[in-house]
């Protein structure tokens, strides 16, 4: 970005794959090695701050459903005040922060704040569960089409302004993000709308990470499952579509 404010640091915006360190880019590894402070997200601490460097000041910012978190603009504020201080910055997000990871918030506050930044793309947690499964996102002629949706609107009920024909069209694979608490009224809607309860389905939970959790099912199914099981203790998403069961193997 072209004048910055003076004596700025810069801020590197890392996107850190779902949490298998493995899954992380080259350059991701290069920004957390080279920073002076990160501030980073639960999802994207544990094995992946190992990357960062020793002397760097490791700073606690995530925010997950149901517990105590850090507001989104008191986030903001620390990433300015450190890059003004003339600083090496690295804001972790967990997955691909371009994909429901509110990484526009943190963009304008820099842009405002005229400090220089980068966006370091991920691994979203939808590519990395697809591929745990050992199933594409896409096939010629059956799934020309992939959709990502979130399933919890700013008060983490189901938003009321879905497109119903896209989310129940069955040629499409379609990922809910945060959806665990609403996707049983989500696949009401879903069938209601004209989508089989028979359409395969999969729960991916912890996606990553140790204690990853992958459910095949069914629409019907899954949101059978999810209305008895109670909160999440662990995030997840939900993949349905003509792909989410794999046709080999076992």
Known sequence: MS???PQSGFVSLVSAGPGDPELLTLKAARCL???EVVLFDDLASGPVLDHANPAAELIAVGKRAGRPSARQEVVNQLIVQHAQAGRRVVRLKSGDAGIFGRLEEELVALAEARIPFEI???????????AAMGIPLTRRLTARRVQFVTGADITGQLPQDINWAALADPSVTTVVFMGQRSFPQLAQG???HGLPGTTPA??????GHPGQRLVPSTVADLARMLQDQGPASQPGLILYG????PKWGD
């Open 3 to 5: 004048d910055p404010a």
């Open 33 to 35: 090695a080279e920073a």
């Open 120 to 130: 370091v793309p991920g691994v979203t947690s939808a590519s990395a569960a697809a």
């Open 190 to 192: 879903l069938q209601a």
């Open 202 to 207: 999969l729960f991916a939970e912890a996606v």
């Open 242 to 245: 003509p792909l989410a069961l």
